[in-house]
Nanobody, 117 residues
Framework: QVQLVESGGGLVQAGGSLRLSCAAS??????????MGWFRQAPGKDRELVAR????????YYADSVQGRFTISRDNAKNTVYLQMNSLKPEDTAVYYC????????WGQGTQVTVSP
């Protein structure tokens, strides 16, 4: 079983930046071969995929709402995925989670991101 722990969230003003981290532990032998994603869930809304990165950095995907502002990266040696978030907007406020692209790993606790106007 893989466990995911997200961190790096916080309160930031609009236009600010945050860097989120997601550390995988447990049965991580296949982590370096797994496409990983960052998801978010705002109050009253469904969880949505915001970014995805293939195992070898060869392919990335961004939701239209974050394209050009967020950057996903990974360090396979550390079993960690990152999300650099710049030019944050109030509508980015949500709990952010990481998971494999098919959301097959048990969800972690997430990290809260709050962007004030």
């Amino acid at each position: 079983q893989v466990q995911l722990v997200e961190s790096g969230g916080g309160l930031v003003q609009a236009g600010g930046s945050l860097r989120l981290s997601c550390a995988a532990s447990g049965r991580t032998a296949s982590f370096s071969r797994t496409t990983m994603g960052w998801f978010r869930q705002a109050p009253g809304k469904d969880r949505e995929l915001v970014a995805r990165i293939s195992w070898n950095w060869g392919s990335t995907y961004y939701a239209d709402s974050v394209q050009g502002r967020f950057t996903i990266s990974r360090d396979n040696a550390k079993n960690t995925v990152y999300l650099q978030m710049n030019s944050l907007k109030p509508e980015d406020t949500a709990v952010y989670y990481c998971n494999d692209a098919n959301a097959q790993i048990p969800w972690g606790q997430g990290t809260q991101v709050t962007v004030s106007p």
